[in-house]
């Protein structure tokens, strides 16, 4: 089964950087996208990016909340997505989850469902000065 | 940008019960881009249905989706205290995905 582990998150101050990590395995990690989801405390989830397989030329995407500041990679060769969080707020406290991105195409509509089927137990990050 | 909003925010129910929770988008969405996650206290959220209506792999058959256009349900049949979590229905368009806020299901 698959799995995933986030790891690198902990307390930095206004301003600095953080990288995550997150490290996959019980699949073929080069096949899929991989999103990054956080969670503020006490509120809902919230997307942050994702990073394409290299099979649809792993490009990325981000949330307007954090483009420009954050930057999603994948090494293939060792199963492990980052988030390299740059320019930290405050407001970007939270748990970060990486997820799974599963698309997989539906005969019957002749349309690709997307949807994110594994995450990670998840890592936080607390930007506190 | 689409708009997910789910209905009640909190849900309260008996053991036994059925729950009906909404999620509604601000335009129409393809039914195929909308999930549906359940988080439990202190735990990642975990996929419950994709496709609208495709149960997720070992979620028991008392989940059901369903829904199209702006209006999608998720029904829990007969609810177990094991049920208690936040619900968060999902849209992915246009290269990115986007969260309802939740609704926080009790159990009496």
């Known amino acids: 089964e698959a799995q995933l582990e986030e790891s690198g998150g902990g307390l930095v101050q206004p301003g600095r950087s953080l990288r995550l990590s997150c490290t996959a395995s019980g699949f073929t990690f080069g096949d899929y996208a991989m999103s990054w989801v956080r969670q503020a405390p006490g509120k809902g989830l919230e997307w942050v990016g994702f990073?394409?397989?290299?099979?649809?030329?792993?490009?990325?995407e981000y949330a307007a909340s954090v483009k420009g500041r954050f930057t999603i990679s994948r090494d293939d060769s060792n199963s492990i997505a980052y988030l390299q969080m740059n320019s930290l707020k405050s407001e970007d406290t939270a748990v970060y989850y990486c997820?799974?991105?599963?698309?997989?195409?539906?005969?019957?509509?002749?349309?690709?469902?997307?949807?994110?089927?594994?995450w990670g137990q998840g890592t936080l990050v607390t930007v506190s000065s | 940008e689409i708009v997910l909003t789910q209905s009640p925010g909190t849900l309260s129910l008996s053991p036994g019960e059925r729950a009906t929770l909404s999620c509604r988008a601000s335009q129409s969405v393809g039914s195929t881009y909308l999930a549906w996650y359940q988080q439990k206290p202190g735990q990642a959220p975990r996929l419950l249905i994709y496709?609208?209506?495709r149960r997720a792999t070992g979620i028991p058959d008392r989940f059901s989706g369903s829904g199209s256009g702006t209006e999608f349900t998720l029904t829990i049949s007969r609810l177990e205290p094991e049920d208690v979590a936040v619900y968060y229905c999902?849209?992915?368009?246009?290269?990115?995905?986007?969260f309802g806020q939740g609704t926080k299901l009790q159990i009496k």
């Open positions: 496709g609208a209506s």
């Open positions: 997820t799974r991105d599963r698309r997989e195409y539906d005969v019957l509509t002749g349309y690709y469902m997307v949807y994110l089927d594994y």
């Open positions: 990073i394409r397989s290299k099979g649809h030329a792993g490009t990325i």
């Open positions: 999902q849209h992915y368009g246009s290269s990115s995905f986007t």
